[in-house]
């Protein structure tokens, strides 16, 4: 494999809590991203996924550690330096309501990151990237709320595309959109990569969802990475008891084989009763009877 374009070790980040003390919330996390490639952060709701890709970004305090891009240093670095590795390194958000001003045309929001960034003839561009999304050319002229909540989250892709980055963050990027519309935004998130050769950093608490669009899986448990290794294997096969967890609450369709796997968690979790864990957020999604 290629040497990684994203490298984070040992990072620790800790927030002030009250009474001048801090919290630890991310404590020692090693993972690196190669060209092409999607990793995803896995684990239930507050285990640090969203803190770590902010991190990346320079939004949350590296207090340990550190992480860089193309073998650079980019965590406590410089607001020039930054703005630099801004153009190398984009983020979509979870909710494509709110990440969208709803009083700028479409046009202009894709522009935006491109003037920030000085790069001149961004509006040229602008058809070509909303080609690119699959939305109409004159989408440009238009406001967000005109759109549905898949089409905004083409929209925040085209503008994530905007600067040609080489590393992607998808902070949820579909957990949003209905089932049938997730499958599309997945699904051009994974032709955009293969034409562009873009790595995706992937941040979800759904195991069943990253399965499908990951090279490898990393699942944080509580700040720490308790496995990491190929998607099959760590979705079809874990090792690690948490893992297993929420291998167990991802939701699926079929609801024979929904009552088969909820007796064998039911099973799995009366022999191996842990009150360490917390249930994992996807689990509340899963119907109890049959
Ligand atoms: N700015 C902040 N100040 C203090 N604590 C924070 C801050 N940001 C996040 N945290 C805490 O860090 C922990 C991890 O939060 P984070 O949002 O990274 O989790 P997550 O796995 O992305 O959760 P979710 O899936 O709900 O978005 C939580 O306990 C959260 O309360």
Redesign the pocket.
Known sequence: MSQPILQVEDLVVR?PGRRGRE?T?IHGVSFDLHAGETLSLV?E???????IGRAILGLAPVSAGHITFRGETISNVSRAQRRKLARNVQVIFQDPYSSLNPSMTVEDIIVEPMSAAGVTGGREKVRGLLDSVGLPADAGRRFPREFSGGQRQRIAIARALALEPAVIICDEPTSALDVTTQARVLTLLEQIQQETGVAYLFVS?DLGVVRHVSDRIAVLYRGNIVELGNAEQVATRPHHDYTKRLQMAAPIADPVKQRVRREARMKYLAAHPDPDFTTPAAATSVSLTP
């Open positions: 927030f919290t919330v684990g709701s507050g285990s640090g996924k969203t803190t608490h």
